[in-house]
């Protein structure tokens, strides 16, 4: 079946079409989403084909960083482990373009956790239609970057995604313009701070 097109409005989503995405979601739909830094694939967490479906479309391996999607820090601080200095970090740096990579606490499925690492990404978008499904779904969303197999910066543009991967998605969402800068990947793991990749949020407050 085509991917069902979902037109919300940029500044204030309307409640019942981000109730209809939820419902989906939690049916176990896969969604195209546009957040603060380009447009993201995503599915609730106990979806377990969801996230073979993110590889399939990504051309990734195990080895890919998921990120959970949490909409403040509290939802953050219950996934992860967060020791004091990254706590901090964290907090200063967010809701915003970051993602960042933690060890895991055991509640996490495993098989959303990087092989060797048990790490998983998280992050808190400022972006008003991820934070009003974010609320509306009561729990984070498994993510990853719309970056196409080849291609280094997210899609931006809802009809052109609904185009492409018309018959890999369930739902794509149009929620104005976003930026083609995917996040800044801050790990933490180590303990100090590590930048893997520079994006739309400021490194150097992690340098």
Excluded at 3 to 8: K, L, M, P
Aim: proline share 8%; aromatic share 6%; charged share 30%.
């Amino acid at each position: 079946m085509p991917a069902r097109f979902v037109d919300v409005h940029s500044e204030n989503p309307q409640p019942r079409r981000v109730q209809q995405i939820v419902e989906a979601l939690r049916d176990d739909a896969l969604i195209a989403y546009p957040t603060d830094s380009g447009y993201a694939l995503g599915s609730r967490v106990g979806n377990r084909e969801g996230r073979d479906r993110i590889l399939r479309i990504r051309g990734l391996d195990d080895r890919h960083h998921f990120t959970l999607v949490c909409k403040d820090f509290a939802q953050l601080g219950s996934l992860v482990h967060v020791d004091n200095a990254a706590f901090r970090a964290i907090r200063a740096a967010t809701p915003g373009p970051y993602t960042f990579i933690l060890t895991a606490m055991p509640e996490v499925p495993k098989r959303l956790l990087h092989p060797k690492k048990k790490t998983v990404g998280v992050r808190i978008p400022e972006h008003p239609f991820v934070r009003a499904l974010l609320e509306e779904l009561g729990e984070p969303l498994l993510s990853s970057s719309l970056i196409m197999p080849g291609e280094t910066e997210p899609r931006t543009v809802g009809w052109e995604i609904k185009e492409e991967l018309d018959h890999d998605l369930d739902i794509v969402v149009e929620a104005g313009e976003t930026t083609a800068e995917p996040t800044t990947v801050v790990d933490f793991s180590t303990g100090v701070p590590e930048v893997l990749r520079r994006g739309a949020g400021d490194p150097d407050r992690f340098e």
